[in-house]
């Protein structure tokens, strides 16, 4: 196979920013749900999520990415359970 070297590393970086930008991209979801349904609780866990996927940004550590993939599981559950509440009402 003829692979070119480093591009691995470009690749894992790419995947990264996506995962930053989804997290921000939850983070602004989870603060419009926030206003429009006057949640506390959403509207800091919107505004964590904004910070770590601006933070990540910045780090180049395994465990902050750890932390990230993390609160980004835990944010979506928290969105689910959210919205799936609504109909059980």
């Known amino acids: 196979m003829n692979q070119v070297k480093g591009l691995q590393k470009e690749r894992t970086a790419l995947?990264?920013?996506?995962?930053?930008?989804?997290?921000?991209?939850?983070?602004?979801?989870?603060?419009?749900?926030?206003?429009?349904?006057?949640?506390?609780?959403?509207?800091?866990?919107?505004?964590?999520?904004m910070l770590v996927a601006c933070s990540c940004t910045l780090s180049r550590s395994k465990y902050i990415k750890l932390i990230v993939s993390t609160v980004i599981f835990l944010l979506a559950s928290t969105y689910i359970l959210q919205m799936t509440s609504q109909f059980f009402k």
């Open 15 to 49: 995947s990264w920013l996506r995962t930053q930008l989804v997290l921000f991209g939850i983070g602004i979801i989870l603060f419009r749900f926030s206003m429009s349904h006057a949640n506390p609780i959403i509207f800091v866990a919107s505004i964590f999520a």
